[in-house]
């Protein structure tokens, strides 16, 4: 740690009690070896004042320090005149940094005065050598010193200091990690979980630093920034790293036995098929709520000096004339504008895509699955495909291409419907157009519409789902994995829609919020009559 120059641990203290004049010469001292600053205690015990006409005038004396190395010639630090009119003791106190121990000398250059009526005595009452020390070494904290001059505004203890301050920390570069000032929350939350405020840090062996990696350049390329000040009474160190893993757009949990970011983002292929023949006691609840029309979002702005200011965000359809239901949310850690809306317009979209909650229970099928990821969901309850099995057989053509999927559950079909195949297979989750029945009937051959390539066909037991095309299943995001005995694990979710993730750059559709309130009219009615 740098030595803070302000705190001074080891005083050297010399009393010199000389009375200078001029006839009487320069007065010389030397510092303590290895001192990093010397203080003068000078003093005109009986004030500096002229009485010549009966009233207090002014008075002047000049004096000069000089200072030279052990052996060496005298430089001059300061040549001052005081000039005061008062009979009260003047006290002054003269500082300057040391590089060496060096000898000190004041010396009165103003002449003596004989007259009684003025007085002038000047003495050197203390030589102060001052070594700066760190009042603690604990690394990886940051620490400041004030000089605070005691007065009527300022007497005992402060009770408030504002400052601007920077966390210097691991930051990504693109290759390595690299201390530097940085406000990336993946950069912060990296060190919540690595630094010394954790009671108990966390090894690198145990962080996944490619994902924290891949993260900050994800923050990066969003503009996202946390600027934190932990100042809460009772938080715990998960409070503060959920806080600032939610301006990432992430959380940060283990996986694996390592502490790994997921981020809330866009994804193309889910991971995993879930319908009943891989799970059982499927249950889908819906948060039956008022619309929100607009968020007060509350956060400290850094263009006002982090003064507290709010900005109401305002949902599709509605704007300062028509919103009504207004709610209030803070961000920490958000200091300007324009994040603060991107949070808001975000929250507003996931109180509209995401009112339902699903709970189903697997048994180790669940391992394919973690929180964050994609998941397809079918059942009968969501109303969404037409049925599922597993693969039974495949029909080819002459080029070994697959043009049939034999099942082994009939499943009937609507005449004149277009109707889709997903297959969950081992190399991830595929989708294929069936033909197009033209009469209505069931069955458990499935033409394909285009013919699958063989290094693509599935093959016998993997689970597969039949629904209308873009409605065969039920996309959803996994938010918590709750394991059980025989490596069972019950698995919550909320929907997955992509209007989440473009909520801050352009209108939300409500076309999906129409398709999951039909889906859930059964469900609400139930719980209602309940």
């Known amino acids: 740690l ?10 050297a203290v010399e009393r010199v009690d000389a009375v200078l004049t001029a006839e009487g010469g320069p007065v010389t001292r030397r510092t303590a070896p290895g001192a990093n600053e010397a203080l003068l205690h000078l003093v005109f015990p009986r004030g500096l004042v002229s009485m010549e006409r009966g009233d207090k005038d002014k008075l002047a004396v000049v004096f000069r320090v000089e200072t030279a190395p052990v052996g060496g ?75 605070v001059p005691a007065g009527e505004q300022a007497n005992g203890s402060l009770q408030a200091y504002n400052a601007l301050a920077k966390a210097l920390l691991p930051d990504w570069d693109g290759s390595s990690w690299v201390v530097r000032s940085t406000v990336n929350p993946a950069s912060l939350a990296l060190a919540v979980l690595r630094s010394a405020g954790n009671g108990r840090p966390v090894p690198d062996e145990r962080i996944a630093l490619d994902a924290f990696a891949e993260w900050h350049g994800y923050c990066s390329a969003r503009g996202l920034t946390c600027s934190l000040v932990v100042d809460w009474d009772g938080g715990t160190v998960w409070d503060v790293l959920r806080t600032v893993a939610a301006t990432g757009d992430a959380i940060v949990i283990p996986v694996d036995g390592r502490w ?17 023949r891989n799970s059982t006691g499927f249950q889908a609840t819906r948060i039956l709520t008022e619309t929100v029309h607009a968020l007060r979002v509350r956060f400290l702005d850094a263009e006002a000096d982090y003064r507290p200011e709010e900005r109401v965000v305002y949902a599709d359809g509605y704007d300062q004339a028509t919103a009504t239901r207004i709610d209030e949310i803070e961000f920490p850690g958000v200091t300007s504008a324009a994040l603060a809306h991107r949070h808001g317009r ?42 599922w099995g597993r693969v039974a057989a495949v029909e080819l053509d002459g080029a070994g291409d697959v043009v049939a999927v034999q099942l082994d559950e009939e499943i009937e079909l609507t005449a004149g419907v277009a ?75 909320v929907p997955y829609h992509p209007g989440v993730y473009v909520a801050d750059t352009e209108p939300r559709s409500e076309e999906h919020t129409s398709e999951l309130q039909s889906q859930f009219h059964l469900v609400c009615r139930l719980l209602l009559e309940k």
């Open 73 to 147: 010639s005298w430089t001059v630090v300061l040549e001052e005149e005081i000039k005061r009119a008062t009979t009260t003791p003047i006290r002054l106190v003269r500082r300057f940094p040391l590089t060496q121990q060096v000898d000190v000398r004041v010396t009165r250059i103003t002449k003596d005065r004989q007259d009684v009526a003025k007085v002038d005595e000047l003495v050197w009452s203390v030589l102060v050598s001052i070594t700066h020390q760190n009042p603690f070494r604990a690394p990886g904290i940051a620490v400041t010193a004030l000089r």
């Open 2 to 11: 740098p030595e803070l120059s302000l705190y001074a641990q080891d005083y």
């Open 346 to 387: 975000r929250r507003l979209a996931e109180l509209t895509f995401r009112r339902e909650r699903y709970q189903v229970s697997l048994d180790w099928e669940h391992l394919a699955c973690r929180v964050g990821d994609r998941i397809e969901i079918a059942h009968d309850v969501l109303k969404v495909a037409v049925g």
């Open 260 to 276: 790994t970011p997921i981020i809330d983002r866009e994804q193309l292929v889910p991971v995993q098929v879930i319908t009943p």
């Open 419 to 493: 109707y889709r195949l997903l297959v969950r297979r081992a190399a991830g989750v595929q989708g294929w157009d069936l033909v197009t029945p033209a009469a209505t009937g069931s069955s458990r051959w499935f033409a394909l519409s285009t013919p699958i390539p063989a290094a693509s066909a599935p093959t016998n037991g993997d689970l597969a789902v039949v629904g209308e095309s873009e409605i065969e299943t039920m996309p959803a995001l996994v938010v918590r994995v709750r394991p059980g005995p025989n490596l069972t694990a019950t698995i919550e979710a």
